[in-house]
């Protein structure tokens, strides 16, 4: 890490403000949110008291403006407290709690989280993360040389190295596809997946959310055509998983990952991997597992000893996001990310990467002639004190934009006068 980035972390740590909310006072937010239950999602998008109230929740930086909450999220500070409540107690007594205590906790909150993804209980796996739960699959099924599986160049850089080294390893064809920023509809979208799947094909990689344009795609229409042609559809939800509401057997996926950490707002270190009962067989566990029936996904639990405070505390984070809802929270993010992308559009050099309308939700890449995306994102932060990230991929080039339940408004209007500022200044 070089000293800038370095000093930059200190400072922003040294500089979150505490938030003085704890769990013992959720039960009174949520009374207090109560009164808003009588508005549709959309009204309530806008309503700022509300948005207000949850504001208070989080650990907001007290000399920047935030708009990078897609790394990963803060953690509310019921959820946080849960949290730290969680490693306290189970740090005295640990290896009675391991023994006696921790198999039924888990499963308690395997079950909630089972409901949460709308799939049973017996086709989910927590895990450390979408990494974890997608390698899991892309090296735990069974490929021949010679077989085919097909990605595109917007997907998560680390699923993609996961493809490569199994074409390294075992002969796959790695099939990397162009896909279009701002499709016509979904049909072309399905056919520019559609094009590249051949006899050979075992296995399709989709991103429900592109996590640098934001782009939703349309991952159902997707999965029924590949399926119609005998293929495995992989689906990446790691910036859907509770950001845009749905559930996971909508989407007909036969293996899911997504990291928990991100919009649930879970503790760093949270997955779940989803796999059709009918697939389960399919994968192999990575670190072997002879002990269980081949067909039960509790063969893919035996990892090893892990911070189990920090699956504990789903359940807390499934309280808090239940407690907005699902829609509510949804609307909200989409909300704020046309707020800004609504008042920039049109602007002199400015450009935007990521679809209007329904196609995209709280995420959004803009990005300005003449100037680089890591000279855009040093100047939003060095003169206008607002954190985005540069995004200088071959397709994509911006600085992606990502608020968060937190974000006001005000602070989305700081970003639309700093760019328009740039996009006059010659
Ligand atoms: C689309 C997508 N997939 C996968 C990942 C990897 O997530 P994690 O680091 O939690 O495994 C990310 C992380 O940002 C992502 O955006």
């Known amino acids: 890490m070089d000293t800038s980035r370095r000093a930059f972390i200190r400072t922003a740590a040294a500089s979150a403000v505490v938030p003085v ?34 504001r208070k929740a989080f650990p907001v930086p007290a ?44 499963l308690a909150v395997k079950q909630q989280l089972a409901e949460l993804a709308g799939c049973p209980v017996d086709e989910i796996v927590i895990t450390r993360n979408t990494t974890e739960s997608l390698g899991t699959v892309i090296h735990g099924v069974d490929l021949a040389p010679g077989d085919e599986a097909v990605m595109c160049n917007q997907d998560y850089g680390t699923m993609l190295e996961q493809f490569r080294q199994q074409s390294r390893r075992r002969g796959l064809k790695y099939v990397e596809i162009a896909i279009p920023l701002t499709p016509r509809d979904d049909q072309e979208m399905v056919d520019t997946y559609a094009k590249a799947i051949t006899p050979r094909t075992k296995l399709v990689l989709v991103s429900h959310m592109i996590n640098i344009t934001g782009q939703i795609l349309p991952v159902r229409k997707i999965a029924e055509m590949a399926h119609a042609r005998g293929v495995a559809v992989i689906v990446d939800a790691a910036h859907s998983f509770a950001h845009v509401a749905f559930k996971v057997p909508d989407l007909d996926g036969d293996y899911l990952g997504a990291s928990l950490h991100k919009w649930l707002c879970a503790p760093l270190g949270a997955g779940i991997l989803h796999i059709k009962k009918d697939k ?60 800004w992308t609504d008042r920039v559009r049109g602007l002199p050099k400015v450009y935007l990467n990521t679809p209007a309308g329904n196609r995209a939700c709280g995420i959004a890449n803009v990005g300005m002639t003449g100037s680089t995306p890591a000279q855009l994102a040093d100047i939003l932060f060095d003169r206008y004190r607002i954190y985005t990230v540069a995004i200088d991929t071959v ?19 700081a970003l639309v006068k700093a760019l328009g500022e740039l996009a006059r200044a010659s």
């Open 21 to 54: 909310l704890g769990p013992a006072v959720l039960d009174a937010l949520e009374r207090r949110l109560e009164p808003f239950d009588r508005l549709s999602p959309s009204a309530a998008a806008t309503e700022e008291e509300f948005w207000a109230e949850i």
């Open 63 to 106: 000399d920047y403006i935030n708009l990078e909450n897609g790394f990963s999220s803060p953690q509310p500070a019921p959820t946080f407290e849960a949290f730290q409540r969680y490693q306290q107690s189970i740090n005295s007594g640990l290896s009675f709690y391991m023994r006696r205590k921790n198999a039924a906790e888990k």
């Open 280 to 339: 389960i067989r399919s994968v192999w566990p990575l670190f072997g597992e002879t002990s269980v029936p081949e067909d039960d996904i509790r063969k893919l639990e035996r990892i090893g000893t892990h911070p189990t405070w920090t699956n504990l505390a789903i359940a807390d984070a499934i309280r808090f996001h239940r407690m907005i809802g699902a829609e509510r929270k949804e609307a909200r993010l989409r909300y704020l990310q046309q707020y």
């Open 395 to 413: 397709p994509v080039k911006g600085v992606r934009v990502t608020p968060h339940l937190y974000t006001t408004t005000g602070e989305l209007d």
